[in-house]
Every structure is written in structure tokens, then in C-alpha cells.
């Protein structure tokens, strides 16, 4: 429990600090700001009823002298979470490693990190923060597909002038940082991305990869994505296929996933959000085949404070349910 009283006195230091802004973090000194979000969420449905604290996180970050600057994240997920369907209730207060790494900026095309840090694909998986997210639930794709995390290297930057082209090059040669708190276990896994502004509304990107699991799986990545944002107006969409070669049970399979969402904007505070998604896997100990449609709503009265419903409708009827959640950042 002494990660919860941690969370509780950065809190309330927040509410007595000076000048604080919610959402923006508080600036210790020149080479310290710290911050800190959660998420409260309950889900209903035939399958689940479920009330979760969940992503309770502090984060402490700056720059350094030289072109450097840091990052790390500690987060306990989910902090706690009340089962009424089997009348259980279980906590979890231990921090793990989410982010950890140190940053060197050469220029705008050349720059360079070293630690745990997002894998660079796609737009949801660099949103690792729920206040910032329009639904309450994360794309299929998105969870199962390729590890969120690279423990190790990553080079990027922009390719051209205009900084219209941004590239991102990354390698991890090890285990992750914290193992037991990564979607997929891995100690190999390397990729590149690119992403293209081909207007102020239109963006387009692509990504390879290739990493190998605990479970002796060797996987080939290829993703593609495409944005439009023009307000009210925001649609976007990712895809991705890999190919799977099991080491243990000598045998090939393949997954295909991705979605396309939409959100309008009835006003700054409020949206409606809609989303399909699609999801393939055919290894033998699973051969599964979702489509999920979601509607949904987004109430964010400030910048910081997120209060999302949403309402998913699955091809397995069993598994359909809804969401509410609030999430705030510090």
C-alpha cells in the first residue's frame, strides 16, 4: 500500500501548490515535473459485472543539460477491481515499470532513446493514457497484435524540412524491463514506422516488425493506418496482419485485425463516437473471429478530466456489454 499513500501525498500537493494546473503536471525545478492520472471503471453484461480502479499512475519527467531529457512510469493496474458476478474483490497496489527512458535530441531529424518506451505503431498504442482516449475500451488489434512496450533502442525524427515525414527506427535485444507487466513477453523485437501529413487533415503511416515470445513464437508485423481530422470531424483507422511460426507446436498461422472509428463533436465538451473492428486469429489452441461495433459518448468538461460511456454489440452476443468510466490526469 505504500505506492497508494505515494498517489494520495503527490495528490495533495497538487491542491496546495502554487500556480498548478490540472492536466499539466507539477514543475518541482528545472529537471523535475511530476504528474499522475487513474481510471475508475464499471462494466455490465451477461458475462461481466465489474467495477475497476484501474491505471493508477505517477510519472516524473524533464530536461537535462546537453539535449537530454528523461521519462519513467509507475503505474498499478488495475488497483483494484470489485467482481459482483462472483462476489470477489481483489487489490493490487504494486507499481511496475510502465515507461522508463532517457532521451537525446541531435535535431529534428535525428534523435534518439534508450529504456522501456511505447512501440511506435499506429495512432491508439501512442495514447497510453485512458483521459486522453475517446472510447472506454481498447481495439482487439491493438492488445494482441504486437507488444505495446520496446524495452531497448529507438531512432527517430523527421526526414524532410517540413517536417511532414516522420520516421521512427527501434530494437530491443533483451527481456522487457518489468516482464510481468507487457501484453505480449518478448525479449526480441525490431521495427520501423513512417508516417506521411499528406495535408493539414490527412495523415497516412505504415509499420514492419518482427519479435520473438516467450512461447517460441517468431511473428512478422505489417500494419497500415490513415487519419483524418478536420473538426468536427475526426476518423481514423489501423490494420495489421502477422505471420505466426510456433517453434513448440511446428506449425504456421496468421492473425488479421483493425478498426475504423469515428467522432463528432457536438460541441469542446461533448462527442458522440462510433467504432468497428474486426479480428483473426487462426493458431490452433485459439481460432477465433470477432467483429465488435461500438457507440459511444464523451463528456470532457476540461482538458484533463475524461467521463466516456460506450455500449459494445459482439458477434458473440454473449460478450456484449457496457462501459462507464472517469479518468482524470494530474
Not at 475517446?134 to 525524427?157: E, H, I, R, W
Not at 524532410?160 to 522487457?176: G, R, S
Not at 505471420?243 to 457536438?266: P, W
Request: aromatic share 18%.
Amino acid at each position: 500500500m505504500k505506492y497508494f499513500f505515494l498517489f494520495i501525498l503527490l495528490f495533495t500537493s497538487y491542491l496546495f501548490a502554487d500556480k498548478y494546473e490540472l492536466g499539466h503536471g507539477y514543475r518541482v525545478n528545472n529537471t523535475l515535473n511530476m504528474g499522475a492520472y487513474f481510471s475508475l471503471d464499471y462494466t455490465n453484461g451477461k458475462s461481466i459485472d465489474r467495477l475497476r480502479l484501474d491505471d493508477m499512475a505517477l510519472l516524473a519527467y524533464g530536461n537535462l543539460p546537453s539535449n537530454f531529457s528523461y521519462l519513467s512510469e509507475f503505474e498499478a493496474a488495475p488497483f483494484y477491481i470489485r467482481d459482483y458476478k462472483n462476489g470477489t474483490s481483489q487489490t493490487n497496489s504494486t507499481p511496475h515499470r510502465e515507461r522508463m527512458y532517457l532521451n537525446y535530441s541531435s535535431s529534428d531529424r535525428l534523435n534518439f532513446r534508450l529504456g522501456k518506451f511505447i512501440t511506435p505503431i499506429g495512432y491508439w498504442n501512442l495514447e497510453p493514457i485512458n483521459v486522453l482516449r475517446d472510447t472506454d475500451s481498447n481495439p482487439l488489434y491493438s492488445l494482441t497484435m504486437f507488444p505495446k512496450f520496446v524495452t531497448g533502442a529507438q531512432m527517430y525524427g523527421y526526414l524532410d524540412e517540413d517536417e511532414l515525414i516522420k520516421y521512427h527506427l527501434f530494437a530491443q535485444a533483451t527481456d522487457d524491463i518489468d516482464k510481468n507487466y507487457i501484453n505480449i513477453q518478448n525479449d526480441f523485437f525490431l521495427g520501423a514506422s513512417l508516417g506521411v501529413d499528406i495535408s493539414d487533415e490527412i495523415n497516412i503511416g505504415s509499420a514492419v516488425g518482427y519479435y520473438e515470445t516467450y512461447a517460441k513464437k517468431d511473428v512478422s508485423l505489417l500494419e497500415a493506418n490513415a487519419k483524418y481530422d478536420n473538426y468536427p470531424f475526426l476518423l481514423q483507422t489501423e490494420w495489421a496482419y502477422t505471420s505466426i511460426q510456433n517453434n513448440l507446436l511446428y506449425s504456421k498461422a496468421y492473425q488479421v485485425g483493425g478498426y475504423v472509428q469515428g467522432m463528432y463533436n457536438l460541441n469542446p465538451e461533448n462527442a458522440l463516437v462510433g467504432r468497428y473492428e474486426y479480428f483473426k486469429d487462426t493458431q490452433k489452441n485459439v481460432m477465433s473471429k470477432n467483429h465488435i461495433a461500438i457507440i459511444g459518448y464523451s463528456y470532457r468538461p476540461l482538458y484533463a478530466v475524461s467521463i466516456k460511456g460506450e455500449y459494445q454489440f459482439n458477434s458473440d452476443a454473449y460478450l456484449n456489454q457496457a462501459i462507464i468510466s472517469l479518468s482524470v490526469l494530474f
